[in-house]
């Protein structure tokens, strides 16, 4: 079984403020990373991926991968009232029976209150 | 546009009725998938199809069955549905390496009675 954990929140941050979501992966084989957005009763939506050890940045997110700790975040910078959505973070394997398949965790819930 | 498209976004049944939710997509993926999400347990995959006559189990298959006999369609079937089947369900469909990610439906948000 795959495992993908992340706090279910809720996680309240105040307009301006940076958020920080958080998901750890029980295979040590996973390969990409993934960070989608899901309003309530939206579909979800890609926000960021991520392959490679470090930060990738892209406008006011900036997702970080540390493979060694199985762990995988991202940072919202100067958080907005529209950010509050759910997140989800999704891992994905490139070998064997799996390959293809992402496998999420269950989402924590951002509000941003102005 | 490159997108999925689901039929229909919501839809109410009785138990035992079959039922067909339709998926397409436009973008030429090799991979699609099903997935149902509930209130707390997150999305959980039911089906998934590398490409075309190729389908597997996802991880609660259970009651559902699927084909694809075309690249771009991928349809759920419930051929006897029950009230545990009622769930927001979600197509989506990616290139077949694992550094992709997924393109979701709009949803379909089924209700059996």
């Known amino acids: 079984q795959k495992e993908v954990e992340q706090n279910s929140g809720p996680l309240s941050v105040p307009e301006g403020a940076i958020a920080s979501l958080n998901c750890t992966y029980s295979?040590?084989?996973?390969?990409?990373f993934f960070w989608y957005r899901q309003y309530s009763g939206k579909s979800p939506e890609l926000i960021m991926f991520i392959y490679s050890n470090g930060d990738k940045e892209d406008g006011r997110f900036t997702a970080q991968l540390n493979k060694a700790s199985q762990y995988v975040s991202l940072l919202i910078r100067d958080s907005q009232p529209s950010d509050s959505a759910t997140y989800l973070c999704a891992v994905g394997l490139d070998r064997g029976s799996t390959l293809g398949r992402l496998y999420f965790g269950r989402g924590t819930q951002l509000t941003v209150w102005p | 546009e490159a997108q999925v498209t689901q039929n229909p976004r919501y839809l109410i049944t009785v138990t035992g009725k079959k039922l067909t939710v339709t998926c397409s997509q436009n973008?030429?993926?090799?991979?699609m998938s099903w997935y149902r999400q509930d209130p707390g347990l997150g999305l959980r995959q039911i089906y998934y199809?590398?490409?075309?006559?190729?389908?597997d189990k996802g991880d609660v298959p259970e009651g559902y069955k699927v084909s694809r006999k075309e690249k771009r369609n991928f349809p759920l079937i419930l051929e006897s549905p029950s009230p545990n089947q009622t769930s927001l369900y979600f197509c989506?469909?990616?290139?077949?390496?694992?550094?992709?990610?997924?393109?979701f439906g709009s949803g379909t948000r089924l209700t059996v009675v």
């Open positions: 199809s590398m490409n075309v006559e190729v389908t």
């Open positions: 973008m030429n993926h090799e991979y």
């Open positions: 989506a469909s990616k290139w077949t390496g694992g550094n992709y990610g997924y393109t």
């Open positions: 295979d040590r084989g996973s390969q990409s």
